[in-house]
């Protein structure tokens, strides 16, 4: 089966920019996260979506970021404006259901770098 | 809200068997447990998951007492393709809020020639 798709894969912008990535998850999975991963840690749950719902956006900075998943498939996550700490790796991943039995599917990922 | 704590960094060599052990002192009794692999440049990638006892794939084993209160990942006669970062996540099957899917630092495993 096809996996989940990113991109762009790499984005460089000066601070104060905005930039937009983008999600296609593996068919059929109803539940698309969005992770944030700093440089030597573990990825953040930034937000959940079940179908076109959000189920988890305690983690969001939604002074600046957004995200939007139309007709329950792909999703967009946006930032504007982006800081120098926003520079890190946007994962999105999928899975069929949205409890943590099932397994997440993961893409490779948007590389941010915010100068 | 299940935490975890793993070694921060292992080191090994080619053909050994290398164990990673996960505490999560405050796991429910709905909560399954499941490793991640990941790569430099890459997302995780899914390794093994289990509930209780002893589970065993084709890449790994996980090991898990009756207390449930740790596991035990066992990745049998590593090469240098095993160096990456390992998580172990815990997360309940009725699903809902955040706290289900919460990354800790992983533990960065070196394996050496």
């Known amino acids: 089966e096809a996996g989940v798709a990113q991109s762009p894969r790499y984005k460089i912008i000066e601070k104060r920019q905005s930039v937009a990535f983008w999600c296609n998850p593996i068919s059929g999975h109803a539940t698309l996260y969005w992770y944030q991963q700093i440089l030597g840690q573990g990825p953040k749950l930034l937000i959940q979506f079940q179908n076109n719902g959000v189920v988890d956006d305690s983690q969001l900075p939604k002074d600046r970021f957004s995200a939007e998943r139309l007709k329950g498939v792909d999703s967009t996550l946006k930032i504007q404006p982006a800081k120098l700490e926003d520079s890190a790796v946007y994962l999105c991943a999928s899975s069929f259901l949205g409890t943590g039995a099932n397994v997440l599917t993961f893409g490779a990922g948007s590389r941010l770098t915010v100068l | 809200l299940a935490k975890t704590t793993q070694p921060i960094s292992m080191d090994s060599y080619e053909g050994q068997e290398v164990n990673i052990t996960c505490s999560h002192n405050n796991i429910a009794t709905n909560d399954y447990i499941t490793w991640y692999q990941q790569f430099p440049s890459q997302g995780p990638r899914f390794i093994i998951q289990g509930y209780k006892t002893k589970v065993t794939n084709e890449v790994a084993s996980l090991f898990i007492p009756a207390d449930r209160k740790s596991s035990t990942l066992s990745l049998p006669r590593v090469s240098l393709s095993d160096t990456a970062v390992y998580y172990c996540?815990?997360?309940?099957?009725?699903?809902?809020?955040?706290?289900?899917?919460?990354f800790g630092k992983g533990t960065k495993l070196s394996v050496k020639p």
């Open positions: 996540l815990v997360g309940d099957a009725d699903g809902g809020s955040q706290g289900n899917l919460i």
